[in-house]
T-cell receptor
């Protein structure tokens, strides 16, 4: 079968750095995506890693280690507007994305 | 450009009634996905289409659920008869082509309440 594990909640303060981890177990793995969802809104695409290493997009970076079946989303210079749920999702052969249960990030001042 | 359009945004119905949710994907996208989101189960894929053809419907909970995509610009998800446990937010999403399904564009969702 397939499974994704990510923490259910993370808290941090403005200006801090936070890392949201994701471990996965799946066959036919293609890559790992990250999505952000604000309360009451729709998920929006943040990043995708198909190869090992770090991808940086502004304040957000995403990392993948295929050998460890592990990835993380790194958020730097946290702002109040970053308070949201963050989902990792795996792309695999023959099917669409499989989403994790999500991590709720709360940023306080 | 318009994003993914879903209607209605909110639906309240009584148990046993038929519910039809509608989705218009982004023009030029040829993969379409229906998801259901609840606190307990998270974001679940129900079905996805590629070039209007259903590819994987293994996530459809039971025979009460059906989905169609008669053309590239329209899809429906129907629940008949509806039950209280169907209450959830239903999202439609589209992506440009099958090889890039990792980047999906979600509609605003339909919040369904079945009493």
């Amino acid at each position: 079968g397939q499974s994704l594990e990510q923490p259910s909640e993370v808290t941090a303060v403005e200006g801090a750095i936070v890392q949201i981890n994701c471990t996965y177990q799946t066959s036919g793995f293609y890559g790992l995506s990250w999505y952000q969802q604000h309360d009451g809104g729709a998920p929006t695409f943040l990043s995708y890693n198909a190869l090992d290493g770090l991808e940086e997009t502004g304040r957000f970076s995403s990392f993948l280690s295929r050998s460890d079946s592990y990835g993380y989303l790194l958020l730097q210079e946290l702002q109040m507007k970053d308070s949201a749920s963050y989902f990792c999702a795996v792309s695999q052969a023959g099917t669409a994305l499989i989403f994790g249960k999500g991590t709720t990030l709360s940023v306080s001042s | 450009d318009a994003g993914v359009i879903q209607s209605p945004r909110h639906e309240v119905t009584e148990m046993g009634q038929e519910v039809t949710l509608r989705c218009k994907p982004i023009s030029g996208h040829n993969s379409l996905f229906w998801y259901r989101q609840t606190m307990m189960r998270g974001l679940e894929l129900l079905i996805y289409f590629n070039n209007n053809v259903p590819i994987d419907d293994s996530g459809m909970p039971e025979d009460r659920f059906s989905a169609k995509m008669p053309n590239a610009s329209f899809s429906t998800l129907k629940i008949q008869p509806s039950e209280p446990r169907d209450s959830a937010v239903y999202f439609c999403a589209s992506s440009f082509r099958q090889g890039t399904t990792y980047e999906q564009y979600f509609g605003p969702g339909t919040r369904l309440t079945v009493t």
